[in-house]
């Protein structure tokens, strides 16, 4: 497919392979939410309070990228993933519907236009989660996804950049089509770098980035309520990196309904730090706060088959034990507090694994 793109300023092509494999624990395996009734004992399995269970799960993972540049304003990017999650007996109930496959692939196309300081890019995405074994599809964890975009970034003075872009979704949710859409998307976002001393003498030395965004999505639906939903998502961030990394984000996205007659207005406030706690022992942690206004009739869809769209505290340690093997341990909590109408939830995950890297 790419042959015949190469120029005499082409370089060979790079690759990356990744290979992810450990053991989690999952505190609330079908995340369900508990309205403040007690759970009998002996259980009521038809009772949603008593399907809040917890199960071991081994998580498997494999990713590949490759990088190519055919010519000198030319750049190639292509990536892919593949993985699972095979779920263990869990505390009240079978968590076989859990067991997951994972498909996922994107193409990168960038051309440089040198004489006027911009770059033109077209990219092209997919994600596909589906039952593994003999599980039956679980609302709303299998789904598919995929979508084309093409983006114009312009380079200003004093590294100041505007990226403009635009392009077309399809979401696929397989348990019912009444909640499958399409949809085109548009989006502006500007970003700065301010360096704290001259990177080109001090490779140590600290740099802010600041970035905003604004996007706007129509996506219809075609099922036994046609609608169409328009999303309007605001976003402002600031990295600080030197001997840490500090990152803070607010995120606002209003939905609008008009098959529904309501919206949902959902507030995220993003808070990280990563550091080097001692031997190469790297630490990141996250704080996500998310506010929500409005019916949950319009809400935002699963992304990836770890979206939660609750607030939630992450800490995630890795540690290389060589130049290929690597070992990371992660703890998330998921709440549901600061939601305005939602009853409470809590689902926790530990996990621990090692990582296998090799490039060329």
């Known amino acids: 497919m790419l042959v015949g793109l190469g120029t005499a300023d082409a370089e060979p092509l790079h690759w990356h392979l990744s290979l992810e494999s450990g053991a989690e624990y999952d505190s609330n395996i079908h995340r369900f939410e508990n309205s403040d009734g007690d759970c009998p004992s002996p259980p009521d399995l038809s ?3 008593c399907l809040i269970g917890g199960a071991l799960l081994l998580r498997g993972v494999a990713r590949l990228a490759v ?3 055919p010519g000198e304003s030319q750049r190639i990017r292509i990536s892919g993933l593949g993985g699972g999650k095979l779920y263990g007996p869990a505390d009240l109930d079978s968590s076989s519907d859990e067991n997951v496959r ?3 692939g ?3 196309y960038q051309r440089m236009l040198r004489s006027r300081g911009a770059i033109l890019a077209a990219r092209a995405s997919y994600y596909d989660t589906s039952p593994l074994g003999h599980a039956s599809p679980v609302e709303p964890r299998h789904f598919a996804t995929g979508g084309a975009d093409m983006s114009l970034s312009v380079q200003g003075p004093d590294r100041h950049r505007l990226v403009l872009s635009g392009g077309y979704r399809q979401y696929r949710l397989k348990i019912s089509p009444s ?3 399409r949809g085109d998307r548009y989006s502006l976002r500007y970003q700065t770098t301010e360096w704290l001393g001259d990177p080109n003498r001090d490779l140590d030395a600290a740099s802010i980035e600041l970035a905003v965004s604004y996007a706007i999505a129509r996506r219809y639906y ?3 309520v046609e609608r169409t939903d328009i999303y309007h998502s605001a976003d402002a961030q600031l990295v600080y990196t030197g001997d840490r990394v500090y990152s803070a984000r ?3 996205h209003v939905i609008d309904s008009n098959g529904y007659g ?3 207005i959902r507030q995220r406030i993003h808070l990280g730090i990563t550091a080097e706690l001692f031997a190469e022992l790297f630490l990141t942690v996250e704080a996500n706060l998310q506010f929500d206004r409005g019916s949950s009739t319009a809400s935002d869809p699963m992304e990836t088959i770890d979206d939660e769209n609750r607030s939630s505290l992450t800490a995630h340690a890795s540690k290389a034990l060589s130049d290929t093997w690597s070992v990371e341990v992660r703890y998330a909590l998921f709440v549901n507090e600061l939601r305005s109408v939602d009853p409470s939830y809590r689902r926790q995950i530990i996990y621990a694994g090692m990582v296998y890297q090799l490039s060329r």
């Open 47 to 49: 009772d949603p309070d």
């Open 67 to 69: 990088r190519w540049r």
């Open 102 to 104: 994972i498909v996922s």
């Open 106 to 108: 994107d193409i990168r």
């Open 179 to 181: 909640f499958d859409w």
């Open 222 to 224: 075609g099922g036994s």
């Open 250 to 252: 607010y995120q606002l």
């Open 262 to 264: 309501d919206s949902l």
